[in-house]
């Protein structure tokens, strides 16, 4: 019988430490059970058929057949690291968070960065907001920060969300991208989408196109709110600086490497780090009273806006360093699962309707795509100790610690787990108005696009036209027309250049 399964009756393999069982020498089945033979099939004869009661061949190409789970709807493509993240003082005027008080604490994170519209295989340096997602292990459960390299948005609403996506993946009926061809679903959606001509002048220069993860910025994008102890808040938005600068790249490049070395960016993360080197950003906030949003000449929750640097200033806040490379890619990375909506007492979402959508997506992906107890995985779960009554679900996996109890409030198990006290006061927002479907009313789709242009270098604006027209020129007329209109409205000599570059009156 021994020999039908494989295995010898000799061997012992040691069940006490989890990861022990991975590292043995010895080859097992995943039940632990010694292999002796793993070259051989067993079969009737040693020309086969195969017998079915081979179960060490059944497991194994069972387990291949599952190997992948379904990538991201958005951000396939990444790469991550660990590290830590530390303040530089105590931020506690403006937040309880505990993770931002002590300049001598170090709270370990995760990153990930990524691209947004490629598949999981597809080229580092395609044109794309890069993702910079950060995960904090803070001792009051985890906080992630989801921002890009890029400070809007397309879009302000996340009603447009599904439709935005669908318009920059591949087409649905060819499986081909389109976004610079002549049925261009990318522009055809942006012409009709004004509010993301500022979005637009960010993407379509260089700032689109890098080849290095370690030297590109981060943004929180949305606004949240820091509230203090005494329950006042305040509106932050968050920025990333690269200790070693911004690096672009320009089309040409990024299409070279596109080719030559698709993985370029993912493995100078990699080798970077492996080399024993560190690669550092600075966290900066900037900080709005509330009681001055509605002062601004634009709406400062619009994520299609930035906050004017002249009017609220950068604050340097802490520093992150990352210095250890995941030992597993799929465990640690693929499976990494990041969401707006994981926040800690003291910081909170401010009313901005896309950051609303995006606190509900990301779980929900999650539970589909990685299984209802992702938050049990280890790059996921929290290092403070998790105690709801929330149970069972595929992949169960933490021990509920005991007991017949599993509902609260109870006074069985002597009413625990029993709520935690506030931190603090809690802030209170008033909010009114009628249930609407409506625009926000100071929508002002083009005044920043361009400022933003007009701020560029001659070559910087050089290369921003000569983008737009290099992907534009291949969509249809009238869809060059609108965008022509779009980016007119934003500065008339950008509109009028991108004219002249499309051929068009
Ligand atoms: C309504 C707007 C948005 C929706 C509904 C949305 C939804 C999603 C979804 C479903 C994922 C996949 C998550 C996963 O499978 O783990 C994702 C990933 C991501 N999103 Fe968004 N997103 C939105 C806007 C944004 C914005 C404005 C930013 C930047 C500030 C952003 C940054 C990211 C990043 C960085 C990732 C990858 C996270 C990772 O590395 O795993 N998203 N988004």
Known sequence: MSENYNTACKGTISLNKEWV????????T????????????????????VSLQDVHLIEKLAHFDRERIPERVVHA?????????????SMAKYTCAKFLQDPKKQTPIFVRFSTVVGARGSADTARDPRGFAVKFYTEEGNYDLVGNNLPVFFIRDPIKFPDMVHAFKPAPDTNIPTSSSANSRFWDFISLTPESTHMITWLFSDRGTIKSYRKMEGFGVNTYNWVNAEGEAVYVKYHWKPREGVETIDRHEATRLAGEDPDMATRDLYETIASGKTVEYEMNIQLMEIADELKQSFDPLDPTKTWPEDKFPLMPVGKMVLNRNPENYFAEVEQAAFSPGSIVPGIELS???????????????????????????PVNRPKVAVSNNQRDGAMQYAPYGGGTVNYEPNTLAGGVPHEAPATGTPAVYHVEGNIIRKKITLKDDYTQAGERYRSLSKRDQDHLVDNIVDSLGKAKKPIQHSMVDNLTKADVEFGKRVAKGLEIK
């Open 21 to 28: 069982i991975m590292k043995d020498k010895q080859l097992t």
């Open 30 to 49: 995943n039940q632990g059970v010694p292999v002796t033979d793993n070259q051989n099939s067993l079969t009737a004869g040693e020309r086969g058929p």
């Open 77 to 89: 493509r990444g790469a991550g690291a660990h590290g830590y993240f530390q303040v530089y003082e």
């Open 351 to 377: 009313a901005d309707k896309l950051l609303q959508g995006r606190a509900f997506s990301y779980a929900d992906t999650q539970r589909h795509r990685i299984g209802t107890n992702y938050l049990q995985l």
